[in-house]
């Protein structure tokens, strides 16, 4: 097994590991973060269940929507950056 592969694996155990309270909280925190207000509809079923927006799913599922919430805001700020440079940039001329 090279070193990469098992970092893959550990990776995809960590996932499997995470508990739906755990998932909650990642997924409120990026949820906050992008739209600057809590999520109307998120909690946690039991330990691997959660219904998010009336859809229930299973925690390690959560966690990639976190994932692309993550790459959302990402983008969101980068959008940003972009336009005050261009603004700065219209200034100087």
Not at 13 to 42: G, I, V
Not at 59 to 81: F, G, M, P
Request: with cysteine; charged share 25%.
């Amino acid at each position: 097994m090279t070193v990469e592969s098992s970092l893959q694996s550990q990776g995809r155990t960590r996932m499997m590991e995470l508990t739906a309270q755990q998932a909650m909280m990642h997924y409120s925190q990026a949820y906050q973060k992008l739209y600057n207000r809590p999520p109307a509809d998120a909690r946690a079923l039991d330990q691997d269940w959660v219904v998010v927006n009336g859809a229930r799913m299973r925690a390690n599922e959560l966690e990639y929507l976190t994932q692309q919430l993550c790459r959302e805001y990402d983008q969101v700020i980068s959008q940003r950056k972009n336009m005050v440079k261009r603004l700065l940039a219209w200034f100087k001329q």
